[in-house]
């Protein structure tokens, strides 16, 4: 039960931070949307910055991961890879969700703390050097 339990807990906020914004979602509708009891929640997660920066980590390493293993894949062309390695690692953030995390960090910084600046990192660690991106063929 225990990390499966917390993945779907995790997968459950995120839709709910999505849907209604970090400011008007509530520990009552992740747990709802998580099926489980209020307290249960609060066994996981102290509070809800604590669940939101789990969230967001959360996805963050989906996105990391997925992006590593779309461009791990030597058997299709780098082009390929890198669009959807990007696909992975932006795509999915455009619209309602990215305008809420924007404000968010900018008005609380303190809520994301090192995550904004740590992931965009890992990403780029994972794209290939210049040198073999200035040798794709146009």
Do not use: C
């Given at each position: ?63 990391i991961s997925a992006a590593q293993s ?10 390929e890879r890198l669009v959807e390695a ?24 303190e809520l994301l703390g090192d995550l ?23």
């Open positions: 039960m225990g990390s499966d339990r917390r993945t779907h807990v995790l997968d459950s906020a995120l839709e709910v931070f999505a849907r209604y914004g970090y400011r008007k979602a509530s520990m009552d509708d992740v747990a709802k949307a998580a099926d489980i009891s209020r307290p249960g929640l609060y066994f996981y997660f102290s509070s809800k910055p604590e669940l939101f920066r789990a969230t967001v980590r959360h996805s963050l390493d989906g996105s779309a461009l791990a894949d030597l058997r299709r062309p780098l082009r990007f696909d992975h690692w932006a795509g999915r953030y455009v619209g309602a969700m990215a305008a809420e995390i924007g404000v968010l960090i900018d008005s609380n910084p904004p600046a740590e992931y965009p990192k890992q990403f780029r660690r994972l794209l290939p050097r210049r040198s073999v991106v200035a040798r794709l063929p146009t």
